[in-house]
């Protein structure tokens, strides 16, 4: 078994949507086009596939467009975003579980 889908099936994150395609990418020996794609939009990367309920920024005219307002989670997303572009399987692995953590945290604090 390789690295990142060693570490994803221990944290219980190989059926995810990143993870199926962080396990894909690392058998195949690089993320596609489409993967360092979506991993730059905030509605398709790492971040915006986990919930709705994480605050994003609202003004459609700027690129920023559902970007999370949690600084942390905003940071997340851009070491995604670079991890997957370089081809860092276990890097990307190792980040979709802090995302993960930190959205749920984030989601959780806006629900209450």
Known sequence: MKEAQEYLTAKNLDTTYWGKKIIAAEARGNFTESNINQSAEWVT????????????????????????????????????????????FLYAAELLDKIETRARIVAKQNTL
Not at 60 to 88: H, I, W
């Open 45 to 88: 990367c790492a971040c915006g596939r986990l919930t709705g309920d994480i605050p994003r920024a609202a003004d459609t005219r700027f690129q920023s467009y559902n970007m999370p307002l949690d600084r942390v989670l905003k940071d997340l997303g851009f070491e995604f975003y670079n991890a997957v572009e370089d081809n860092e």
